[in-house]
Nanobody, 124 residues
Framework: QVQLVESGGGVVQAGGSLRLSCAASGRTFSLCAMGWFRQAPGKEREFVATISASGVITDYADSVKGRFTISRDNAKNTVYLQMNSLRPEDTAVYYC?????????????????WGQGTQVTVSS
């Protein structure tokens, strides 16, 4: 089983930037596609971004395209989410997730390993 630990959340003003990190344990990280999801209060958990095991293929939710960038460093067993031009509606708990396939998925149900989440708050 892969264990995931997120970090990098915090409070930022609208228009600012944050970079989230997700450190993974286990020897299979380089064989796992990874994803970022978020959940705002009173809302369902939603897809944000995904990256293939090799890091070549990515996909994003329409709401974050052009503002967020997902990347990974397989040598460090870490996946990142660079968030720029943040908006108050980006406020949520952000979760890192892993799936035991090399290809990406935007579906929450396709991910079996989850981190504990990190809070991102964007003030207006």
């Amino acid at each position: 089983q892969v264990q995931l630990v997120e970090s990098g959340g915090g409070v930022v003003q609208a228009g600012g930037s944050l970079r989230l990190s997700c450190a993974a344990s286990g020897r299979t990280f380089s064989l796992c596609a990874m994803g970022w999801f978020r959940q705002a209060p009173g809302k369902e958990r939603e897809f944000v971004a995904t990256i293939s095991a090799s890091g070549v293929i990515t996909d994003y939710a329409d709401s974050v395209k052009g503002r967020f960038t997902i990347s990974r460093d397989n040598a460090k067993n870490t996946v990142y989410l660079q968030m720029n031009s943040l908006r108050p509606e980006d406020t949520a708990v952000y979760y890192c997730a892993g799936r035991r396939r090399i290809i990406i998925s935007i579906s929450l149900d396709d991910y079996g390993d989850w981190g504990q989440g990190t809070q991102v708050t964007v003030s207006s």
